[in-house]
Nanobody, 124 residues
Framework: QVQLVESGGGLVQAGGSLRLSCEASGRAFDSYAMGWFRQAPGKGREFVAAITKNGVTFHANSVKGRFTISRDNAKNTVYLQMNSLKPEDTAVYYC??????????????????WGQGTQVTVSS
């Protein structure tokens, strides 16, 4: 089972930017689809963005035009570039791996491995 470790979270003012990283262990990273989810206090986990093994991407409407998911298979890493951050983006952000690799899915039940999460706090 792949191990995922997120980094890059922190405190930022509204309108600012952050780039989250998620590094995967193992040698099969380029065969996985990857996703980012977030969970705000008192709320359920919400889909943010996904990318297939071939680089096809999909972003939730709430972040479209502000966030961008990408991957670097040589570094076993998926990124989430977050621009124009808003206080409502405050959450713990998780990356996840989907082993089939070709699906774009926002359903957390489709993902097989999860990272431990990284906190993003956006102040107003």
């Amino acid at each position: 089972q792949v191990q995922l470790v997120e980094s890059g979270g922190g405190l930022v003012q509204a309108g600012g930017s952050l780039r989250l990283s998620c590094e995967a262990s193992g040698r099969a990273f380029d065969s996985y689809a990857m996703g980012w989810f977030r969970q705000a206090p008192g709320k359920g986990r919400e889909f943010v963005a996904a990318i297939t093994k071939n680089g096809v991407t999909f972003h939730a409407n709430s972040v479209k035009g502000r966030f961008t998911i990408s991957r670097d298979n040589a570094k076993n890493t998926v990124y989430l570039q977050m621009n124009s951050l808003k206080p409502e983006d405050t959450a713990v952000y998780y990356c996840a791996a989907e082993y089939r690799g070709y699906r774009i899915t926002g359903d957390e039940r489709d993902y097989d491995s999860w990272g431990q999460g990284t906190q993003v706090t956006v102040s107003s």
